[in-house]
């Protein structure tokens, strides 16, 4: 059965576009939780924790649109390329997903048509022959990660628009948060498939933003979050109204 991924605020003109690939850690049943329990897939190995709210809190108050996909990273990964190996992984972070042991070519086909092709049609749809200037992606990361410290709040992956993201890690600083460019991932060796995909076909600047999911666990937490970034946004899309970009 096919899953729809979820469209906030789809009517109406927008300079900007949110989206976010990790947005639910939903399986469907028939697939038994990919042999993994409830509390490893709401773990980050089965989704972005708290990126899918912050996209909906800037969704609303920018009033701009957002899609969200609608299963988990590990049935089918909305972020990566279809070829990639990790599209539906074996294994994640040393953690052996068993219900993605031994895929045929049928089932492949099958969660490509239901849950991958959806959310990317959903995107394509909403940017076609839009005033869209700006697609993000939003995005979280855990803090802690095979023993490395990530000590900082968010990064701004980009690969072509290195004045956009340069711009936007300003205004994010400016909201008081802690700014890396291309970390924890980097843009440049191709690690934004998602928004690189839509970008480029439609012609679109993107960006992709990694939020510290330290900072995304309770919904405080999560609207002060969308609010820093809802504030470097409007700058970031006020300045280029005003000529500025």
């Known amino acids: 059965m096919t899953a729809p991924p979820t469209t906030l605020r789809p009517g109406g003109a927008a300079p900007l576009l949110l989206t976010c690939e990790h947005a639910s850690c939903a399986v469907p049943e028939r697939y038994a939780g990919l042999g993994l329990d409830s509390e490893q897939l709401r773990d980050h190995i089965g989704w972005d924790i708290g990126a899918a709210e912050v996209a909906a809190l800037l969704s609303e108050s920018l009033a701009v649109p957002a899609v969200l996909s609608a299963v988990s990273r590990l049935l089918v990964d909305c972020n990566r390329d279809e070829r990639a190996e990790d599209l539906m992984p074996r294994q994640t972070h040393g953690i052996l997903v068993p219900g993605n042991q031994g895929i045929d070519a049928a089932e492949r086909q099958s969660r490509l048509r239901e849950h991958y092709a959806p959310f990317h049609d959903a995107v394509d749809a909403r940017l076609h022959g839009s005033s869209v200037w ?92 969308a609010r820093a970034v809802g504030r470097a946004l409007s700058s970031l899309l006020a300045a280029r109204a005003g000529g500025g970009e």
């Open 134 to 225: 700006l697609l993000l992606s939003v995005h979280s990361f855990t803090p802690v990660l095979n023993g490395r410290e990530r000590g900082f709040d968010i990064g701004v992956l980009f690969d072509d628009f290195a004045d956009t993201a340069q711009a936007f890690a300003e205004h994010l600083q400016g909201s008081g948060l802690s700014v890396r460019l291309n970390e924890p991932y980097s843009g440049v060796e191709g690690l934004i498939y998602s928004a690189n995909r839509h970008g480029r076909r439609h012609s679109r600047r993107y960006l992709e933003i990694e939020i510290n999911n330290g900072l995304l666990r309770n919904p405080a937490d999560r609207a002060r979050m």
